[in-house]
């Protein structure tokens, strides 16, 4: 069983709000939010959990969204990679990244 205090539940849970965020065109603040949740992902779960990579495809969008288009090239590049090796190259998540 694993046991986690509150602080890296909120940080796993948050995802949602950061998508909410997102959507409502506050990049800045779905940012920072995604880099708490990613930071506790990958503490948590490891860096080449599928969540933990879709909280990076999630800033990388941010990024995209924002127009800071070198920073969402390098971070859809690193998710394509992690997904490839994790997922497989043939998985439709790879394939769309």
């Known amino acids: ?5 509150h602080s890296d ?3 796993i849970q948050g995802h949602e709000l950061g998508c909410a965020m997102k959507n409502l065109e506050k990049y800045s603040e ?6 708490k949740i990613h930071s506790g992902r ?3 779960l490891g860096e080449d959990d599928p969540d ?6 999630e800033m990388g969008e941010i990024h995209f969204l ?7 090239v390098k ?3 690193d998710v ?6 994790v997922l497989g190259k043939a998985e439709p998540e790879t394939l769309a990244t």
């Open 80 to 85: 394509h990679k992690a997904r490839k090796r």
């Open 9 to 11: 539940f909120d940080r």
């Open 1 to 5: 069983m694993l046991i986690v205090d």
């Open 52 to 57: 933990t990579i879709d909280t990076n495809y």
């Open 30 to 35: 779905a940012l920072a939010l995604f880099k």
């Open 75 to 77: 971070i859809f590049t």
């Open 66 to 72: 924002a127009k800071r288009y070198p920073e969402a």
């Open 42 to 44: 990958k503490h948590l």
